[in-house]
């Protein structure tokens, strides 16, 4: 069983930034793959970005990227997605993602290989 909590959503204006936190319970946080997907009104989650659990190897949206970073710190339990140069079009509630990673070759945006997701924070991109 994995627990994950994100924080660090918040209001920012077009152009701004924001830096997301997942932190994730026990004690195998450094074999899982993590990912962030977001949900805007009215349409389906969608991929974001992905961290190896090595930490060697991403992965991101065509949407994010040159924009976002996906990072972990496996000392801290914790996955972290910067945000740069955001827009309106970003805004939507973020969802951090858990898949024991050593167990699969799959790729990194299917969310259906994530079985574990935090409860999301919201990020609103508005002046």
């Known amino acids: 069983q994995v627990q994950l909590v994100e924080s660090g959503g918040g209001l920012v204006q077009p152009g701004g930034s924001l830096r997301l936190s997942c932190a994730a319970s026990?004690?195998?946080?450094?074999?899982?793959?993590m990912a962030w997907y977001r949900q805007a009104p009215g349409k389906e989650r969608e991929f974001v970005a992905a961290?190896?659990?090595?930490?060697?190897?991403?992965h991101y949206a065509a949407s994010v990227a040159g924009r976002f970073t996906i990072s972990r710190d496996n000392a801290k339990n914790t996955v972290y997605l910067q945000m740069n140069s955001l827009k309106p079009e970003d805004t939507a509630v973020y969802y951090c993602?858990?898949?024991?990673?050593?167990?699969?070759?799959?790729?990194?945006?299917?969310?259906?290989?994530?079985?574990?997701w935090g409860q999301g924070t919201q990020v609103t991109v508005s002046s």
């Open positions: 961290v190896r659990y090595s930490g060697i190897s991403t």
């Open positions: 993602a858990a898949r024991f990673g050593i167990a699969t070759a799959q790729a990194m945006d299917v969310m259906s290989e994530y079985p574990y």
């Open positions: 026990g004690r195998t946080f450094s074999m899982h793959d």
